[in-house]
């Protein structure tokens, strides 16, 4: 994929994170931590034996969404913001 294709693909996968999470922390945040939860999916993945991101398809899209989940939660541990829980509105 090109660049803009993993932006693109990242961005989505991290907006859905960041819903199944409830709640984000802007646009270019939720992109970042698509792209980075992708490569983080696609390793945890590799790990387990199974293949990552490979490529614009549902099981991609599924491994970098589970990637960015796992790593807003290590976000949230890190900054205090309760882990699982969402923000308190």
């Known amino acids: 994929m090109s660049i803009l294709a993993w932006i693109v693909f990242g961005g989505l996968a991290g907006l859905v994170a960041s819903f ?17 939860g992708a490569v983080l999916g696609g390793f945890l993945m590799n790990q387990f034996g199974q293949s990552g991101v490979t490529g614009w398809n549902w099981p991609g899209f599924g491994v970098a969404v589970v990637g960015a989940v796992v790593l807003l939660v290590i976000l949230r541990l890190v900054r205090g913001g309760g882990g699982l829980r969402g923000r308190g509105r």
């Open 20 to 36: 199944l999470m409830g709640g984000g922390g802007g646009m270019i945040f939720d992109i970042v931590v698509g792209i980075v």
